[in-house]
């Protein structure tokens, strides 16, 4: 179903010489093998077609979740992360594009978790949901209208190098305001901010972008929250700063909390504070927890990767591999277990 991914995972946090991020081949899908769940059923994956005239195609009319599964070779289990909280905010994002009440949540997660064990994925994988309206009408509404969901999934390692920091610019894009499109929903339409902010950060030489709200202040990453630490305190951007309240943002603060004894202060941060951060970091499911050691070609408190950072990103990951036993409720197996596992 894939057709290449590279994993550059080496840490050399301890080299003095900043290391260029790595960016992961991102996988294209191919539509030869594999299966989706499309509109009730799992099909091959060349059945699972839209039309060219479906709404969500022409307007941008539909809302999405990321989700990864993460292969443990010693316990030979593929555990699906926080999959219940993913399905949970597709249904608010589907309820704030006025959809169909459809599959229920528990549905949706017994389908990916029968679309992965089908498909027999035994390697860290990428889930991804899509409700979108496929009535066959220009008509420029959300409500009355026919929607859909598809689940594929495909195996995917990095989606950006989590170990070398990463170098990122304010972008000249604002984040798309709440009032505008609403963003507190995961909708298909609204990622065009996205894709500006990543194609002008790539055009002039950095990995990723941070976008201002519309007032200015700091509000997150393209796809992915921000974190800031100074002299050990620890703050995070509000829903109030138009970001997307990921779900890997509350499981990092919960790991702050519990493991580090580190609270998170939520608040608006400025722009200026980034440049005098000792540490930054992104969250999301696929950035994972990734350190940020350059902002607008300034260095990052030491300008590698900081201690906080990679602490949590080592706790998160072990946690999201099932080899944290007091976290075990954040997955959910893809294989019966073994007699005695
Ligand atoms: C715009 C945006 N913000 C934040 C996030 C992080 O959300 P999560 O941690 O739930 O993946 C994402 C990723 O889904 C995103 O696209």
Redesign the pocket.
């Known amino acids: 179903m894939v057709q290449q991914q590279s994993h550059p995972t080496t840490d050399e946090a301890a080299q003095s010489e900043p290391r260029k991020a790595e960016a992961p081949v991102i996988p294209t899908i191919s539509t030869g093998e594999g299966l989706v769940y499309h509109q009730g059923r799992l099909v091959p994956t060349h059945e699972a077609m839209l039309s060219v005239t479906t709404h969500a195609l022409h307007y941008g009319t539909g809302c999405f979740e ?1 989700i990864r599964a993460y292969w443990n070779e010693e316990q030979e289990q593929l555990y699906v992360l926080k999959l219940r909280e993913h399905f949970e905010r597709f249904a608010h994002s589907r309820r704030i594009l006025m959809m169909h009440p459809g599959e229920s949540v528990e549905e949706l997660c017994d389908v990916t978790v029968e679309l992965l064990r089908r498909q027999e994925i035994r390697s860290d994988a990428y889930i991804r949901p899509v409700a979108y309206k496929s009535a066959r009408t220009i008509k420029l509404t959300l409500s009355s209208l026919e929607d859909s969901i598809s689940i594929y999934a495909f195996p995917m390692g990095n989606y950006v190098d989590i170990s070398a920091g990463l170098n990122v610019c304010v972008s000249n894009w604002r984040r798309v305001s709440g009032n505008a499109i609403p963003v507190r929903a ?1 909708t298909t339409g609204a990622y065009i901010n ?1 894709a500006l902010a990543t194609d002008e950060a790539a055009a002039a030489g950095f990995d990723e972008a941070i976008f201002l709200t519309q007032s200015g202040t700091v509000s ?1 990453g ?4 921000i974190f800031v630490v100074k002299k050990g305190r620890i703050s995070t951007t509000r829903p109030a700063d138009d ?2 309240e ?4 509350e499981a990092a603060m919960q790991l702050l909390a519990r493991d580090m004894g580190l609270a998170t202060e939520v608040r608006a941060i400025e722009r200026t504070e980034l440049y005098d951060a000792d540490e930054i970091f992104f ?4 950035v994972q927890i990734s350190p940020v050691t350059r902002v607008d070609r300034r260095a990052i408190g030491s300008g590698q990767p900081g201690p906080i950072t990679m602490e949590l990103q080592q706790r998160y990951l072990r946690a999201a591999r099932g080899d944290d036993p007091a976290y075990a409720d954040w997955l959910t197996p893809v294989y019966p277990r073994q007699a005695g596992a």
């Open positions: 990321g995961k996205s997150e393209s796809s992915c929250n970001i997307l990921g779900i890997t943002r969250t999301g499911t696929g």
